[in-house]
């Protein structure tokens, strides 16, 4: 077990709609990440948070957005959703504020998004 | 453009003998590596890394390879164990802290 908390494990939906993925990190963590993995492909980076305030934006599409709430949990917002944004989204957190380190990144357990 | 790449998408060995991963990168600004492990229905889990002043490191089981010139690194286990069997993957940090990871390749430990 990580510490990392992610709801709903599962999520089916129809495209054109709007869902609301939830993670809440590590206790004592400032930084949360959002991944999106696909099929049969590597983790792709999305956005970070830290302490609140985006950091560091991926490949993210404009039809997401994302947000850190002042408990540190975390949102990850979709919508007008396609096919291909059916995929595995996993929320990780770090202890942020590492001047120029490389910190380990814990996982959660992510949520599988089908659209239909 | 896959900056991280992992060709065998997956691998299979025998309980006891030794698994080779193989990554390979082509931005050279990457200076520090790290591979995760992942089993099926939970999130990657660090497992070792390694910076590019170092062209190796251990930790118990696993030892990880780093060859600069042909931007490759390897991740060794030995010796392999059933509970090794899982999806691995190599990442390296782009900028601060958001990572790269390459497809993954599905280790299988047979007993």
């Known amino acids: 077990d990580s510490g990392v908390t992610q709801t709903p494990k599962h999520l089916i939906t129809a495209t054109g709609q709007r869902v609301t993925l939830r993670c809440s990190p590590r206790s004592g963590d400032l930084s949360v990440y959002w991944y999106q993995q696909s099929l049969d492909q590597g983790l792709q980076f999305l956005i970070q948070y830290y302490n609140g305030e985006e950091r560091a934006k991926g490949n993210i599409l404009e039809r997401f957005s994302a947000q850190q709430f002042p408990d540190l949990h975390s949102e990850l917002n979709l919508s007008s959703l396609e096919l291909g944004d059916s995929a595995l989204y996993f929320c990780?957190?770090?202890?942020?504020?590492?001047?120029?380190?490389?910190?380990?990144?814990?996982f959660g357990p992510g949520t599988r998004l089908l659209v239909l | 453009d896959q900056q991280v790449k992992q060709n065998s998408p997956s691998l299979s060995v025998q309980e006891g003998r030794i698994s080779i991963l193989n990554c390979d990168y082509t931005?050279?600004?990457?200076?520090?590596f790290l591979w995760y492990k992942k089993y099926p229905a939970e999130g990657p889990t660090f497992l070792i890394s390694i910076s590019s002043i170092k062209d190796k490191n251990e930790d118990g089981r696993f030892t990880v390879f780093l060859n600069k010139s042909a931007k490759h690194l390897s991740l060794h286990i030995v010796p392999s164990q059933p509970g090794d069997s899982a999806v691995y993957f190599c990442a390296a940090p782009l900028y601060g802290q958001n990572f790269v990871f390459g497809p993954g390749t599905r280790l299988s430990v047979l007993p």
């Open positions: 931005n050279s600004m990457f200076d520090y």
């Open positions: 990780a957190s770090s202890v942020g504020g590492l001047a120029g380190g490389i910190e380990t990144q814990y």
